[in-house]
């Protein structure tokens, strides 16, 4: 069975630090990666995305994801966090064409504290 | 606006009793998902649907049951809830292909007491 893991649970950061999180999945064939945040009190809204092509994608307000199929990772990163960014982070996964119903198997969250 | 809209947003209840959770797109979305969020275990899968008139069980089904008689509306029931169920609740629809993501609503927060 799928699976990802998110080995931070929380971290915590002071505004201009660089930022990575880390995401690994257990699947060998094709697969489809996402970055999701969760703000306070919100819903998870869509970061960014990896079908295929570029291995360094690039999503939203400044947040860049990199994939490497060697090593069944997908971590997110950006150079300047800020106060703002503080939320719950999710890695999701699907198997790509073989994953009937297009289901999105979840980390388990990293919280981002950023201080000001 | 367009999106994914969940009924209710909050909800208290006493062990044993039922209720339904109603998920309703407007976005001719193929797919749709419940998903259950406890802390430190991310989004956990109840049930999804590939289409209208069908369902299928994801990693979390037990106590739960779902419809899905018209395409755009997505229920989910707790027949006889239990305290464990205690969570919030998240629907989400996707095109078929995914290519965009899951759109999500935003949440019901439920407690069994």
């Known amino acids: 069975a799928q699976s990802v893991s998110q080995h931070n649970h929380h971290v915590i950061l002071s505004e201009a630090a660089s930022l990575e999180l880390g995401c690994n999945y257990s699947?060998?064939?094709?697969?489809?990666l996402f970055w999701y945040v969760q703000y306070p009190g919100q819903h998870l809204q869509l970061l960014l995305k990896?079908?295929?092509?570029?291995?360094l994608v690039k999503g939203i307000k400044g947040f860049e994801a990199e994939f490497i199929k060697s090593k069944f990772s997908f971590n997110l990163r950006k150079p300047s966090v800020q106060w703002s960014d503080t939320a719950e982070y999710f890695c999701?996964?699907?198997?790509?064409?073989?994953?009937?119903?297009?289901?999105?198997?979840f980390g388990q969250g990293t919280e981002l504290s950023v201080k000001p | 606006n367009a999106g994914v809209t969940q009924t209710p947003k909050f909800r208290v209840l006493k062990t044993g009793q039922s209720m339904t959770l109603l998920c309703a797109q407007d976005?001719?979305?193929?797919?749709m998902y419940w998903y259950r969020q406890d802390p430190g275990m991310g989004l956990r899968l109840i049930h999804y649907?590939?289409?209208?008139?069908?369902?299928a069980k994801g990693e979390v089904p037990d106590g739960y049951n779902v419809s899905r008689l018209k395409k755009q509306n997505f229920l989910l029931g707790l027949e006889s809830a239990a305290p464990s169920q205690t969570s919030v609740y998240f629907c989400?629809?996707?095109?078929?292909?995914?290519?965009?993501?899951?759109?999500f609503g935003s949440g019901t927060r439920l407690t069994v007491v």
């Open positions: 990896y079908f295929s092509g570029d291995p």
């Open positions: 699947y060998g064939g094709t697969v489809n």
């Open positions: 649907s590939v289409g209208e008139g069908t369902t």
């Open positions: 999701a996964v699907n198997a790509g064409l073989y994953n009937q119903g297009g289901k999105l198997i």
């Open positions: 976005m001719n979305h193929e797919y």
């Open positions: 989400a629809s996707s095109y078929r292909d995914n290519f965009y993501g899951y759109t």
